[in-house]
């Protein structure tokens, strides 16, 4: 069976238990149904779950977004970590990688000289997806929606369901062009390209593989498996993992890459540990107490073992950048105690937290944690309830030896590049997985000694639009960038000690 510690499993799994009468929603209560959700939700385990005290809903929290905004940690707030929504299914949707999309993955910068005006710069395009079929390509210029110019009022309208009319300009040919496109529910397989570079009398035998990997999707551990069978078949010497644009996603993703990367005696071994988790302190209390560990290790074992298609590499290079967020920046710091981590590109985004999915009553076939007993919830306030669920954060992540990045709060680069410079000039991109993309071709130079070629473009963005990144995101980008997802305890009966012991806790601190 597949190696984890106790606490944690693959998805997000049920936590059940039969609510004290304190804590069942009360048909003659007028605080709002929604808004008493969200407390309960936060109060019970939320990473700051102590600064709940005093602050439960009345009636005129009326708006749950709002309230939900007030209850939350500045640091959280600062970020922009925690959310809520009223789309549960699209949520999900996401996280599977089923969603439904244009196909294109998006930088925002503000037009030089406009207060409102912006672009989207495309970073990649999915294959077989609306963007891919209607020609759109990396490195394009999105500056026109429905004839109007792109601004931070509209913008969003790329990122939704209706059919659109784009304004495209080439940064290279300055040739524009108008297309329409229409989303459709696509398969956003992450693992977008993966080559092998050989037979260059320069490498000195050096075959060295490469994989560009745009989301911690554990649907998609398959093609993971699968991309590490070839460069274990080829005979790879060294790997450099791109996770330049990966807004993170799934712990167990992470963990599956992790022991597909990490050296084989590491990944055999029960006692290696890949990441420990910090919670709330009751809910830490809680855990140890019980025995119960808050590490997770390798993986080992089961359908698809990483073992089978494992390098045994003692070290490997990883690009990334101030767009890697999450799930990227914990593979990359947790990897570091097993084995030497280069990591090239920038200072990552920042983000050492992780969440857990929360829905009223639903468990969603173990994704979600729901806070209540379904049968102790009114058909009423199951139907008020139905849409909405929270992704508050849970916990910080650390490496094996309880060490963690809060201070600064981001990753260095072991090579830093001139990634603001030449990101915000898509004139001088390449297409992925090009030897001349200036941050794969230093990977290569790292690795095999011959100085770096990659060549730049030669029309600067600058001079047409400014060259200022604006940090907005597409509600995909945003949802995995800011959600390590986490997976609660799935041993039997300890959901209803833990809910029980919750609402005991509540009551008793007043929360």
């Keep these: 069976m597949k190696k984890t510690f106790p606490l944690l499993a693959l998805l997000l799994v049920i936590l059940t238990a039969c609510p004290r009468k304190d804590d069942i929603i009360d048909p003659d209560d007028k605080v709002p149904v929604v808004s008493k959700f969200v407390y309960d939700g936060l109060s019970s385990y939320y990473l700051w779950a102590n600064e709940m005290t005093n602050k439960k809903p009345t009636n005129s929290n009326t708006d749950p977004e709002a309230y939900f905004k007030s209850l939350l940690n500045s640091i959280d707030t600062q970020h922009g970590w925690s959310w809520i929504t009223d789309d549960v299914n699209a949520l999900l949707a996401d996280f599977s990688g089923t969603p439904k999309d244009f196909g294109w993955s998006l930088a925002l910068y503000r037009v030089s000289g406009s207060s409102t005006d912006v672009v989207g710069v495309v970073k990649y395009v999915f294959p077989n997806t609306p963007a891919a079929n209607a020609g759109i390509v990396r490195g394009e210029i999105i500056n026109k929606i429905d004839g109007s110019n792109m601004t931070l009022t509209n913008y969003t309208r790329l990122f939704e369901g209706n059919t659109l009319t784009v304004g495209i300009v080439n940064p290279i040919s300055s040739v524009s062009r108008s297309l329409a496109v229409t989303p459709v529910v696509i398969a956003t397989n992450p693992v977008l390209k993966d080559s092998v570079y050989k037979d260059n009398p320069a490498f000195a035998g050096k075959k060295i593989g490469y994989l560009f990997y745009t989301d911690f999707i554990s649907n998609y551990n398959n093609k993971l498996y699968e991309t590490f069978a070839k460069f274990r078949s080829e005979g790879i010497t060294d790997l450099v993992l791109d996770l330049r644009y990966n807004h993170g996603g799934a712990i167990d993703?992470?963990?599956?890459?992790?022991?597909?990367?990490?050296?084989?005696?590491?990944?055999?071994?029960?006692s290696s540990v890949f990441t420990e988790l910090s919670y709330n302190?009751?809910?830490?209390?809680?855990f140890d107490s019980r025995g119960n560990s808050r590490k997770t290790g390798f993986i080992n074992s089961g359908p698809m073992n990483p073992l089978d298609a494992n390098l045994n590499f003692n070290k490997v290079y990883i690009i990334a950048t101030d767009d890697s967020y999450s799930a990227s920046e914990l593979i990359t710091f947790c990897l570091k105690p097993h084995m030497t981590v280069v990591h090239i590109g920038s200072n990552t985004g920042g983000k050492f937290t992780g969440s857990w999915t929360l829905h009223a009553y639903d468990d969603f076939d173990g994704e979600v944690v729901p806070v209540y007993e379904e049968s102790d919830l009114s058909n009423q306030d199951k139907a008020t309830l139905k849409n909405w669920a929270m992704q508050p954060i849970v916990a910080t992540y650390k490496d094996k030896n309880g060490a963690d990045f809060t201070n600064p709060g981001y990753l260095v680069p072991t090579y830093p590049m001139d990634v603001d410079g030449i990101e915000g000039d898509p004139s001088k991109w390449k297409p992925i997985g090009s030897t001349n993309d200036y941050l794969l071709a230093k990977a290569i130079s790292l690795?095999?000694?011959?100085?770096?070629?990659?060549?730049?473009?030669?029309?600067?963005?600058?001079?047409?639009?400014?060259?200022?990144?604006?940090?907005?995101?597409?509600?995909?980008?945003?949802?995995?960038?800011?959600?390590?997802?986490?997976?609660?305890?799935?041993q039997k009966g300890l959901g209803k000690e833990l809910i029980n012991r919750m609402k005991e806790q509540r009551i008793s601190s007043n929360f």
């Design 281 to 286: 302190s009751f809910l830490n209390s809680f």
């Design 253 to 270: 993703a992470a963990s599956y890459l992790a022991s597909l990367i990490a050296p084989r005696s590491v990944v055999q071994s029960s």
């Design 447 to 490: 690795i095999t000694g011959l100085p770096v070629q990659a060549t730049a473009g030669t029309t600067s963005l600058r001079s047409v639009y400014g060259s200022k990144r604006v940090k907005l995101f597409s509600p995909i980008d945003n949802r995995l960038k800011e959600s390590v997802q986490f997976a609660p305890p799935r």
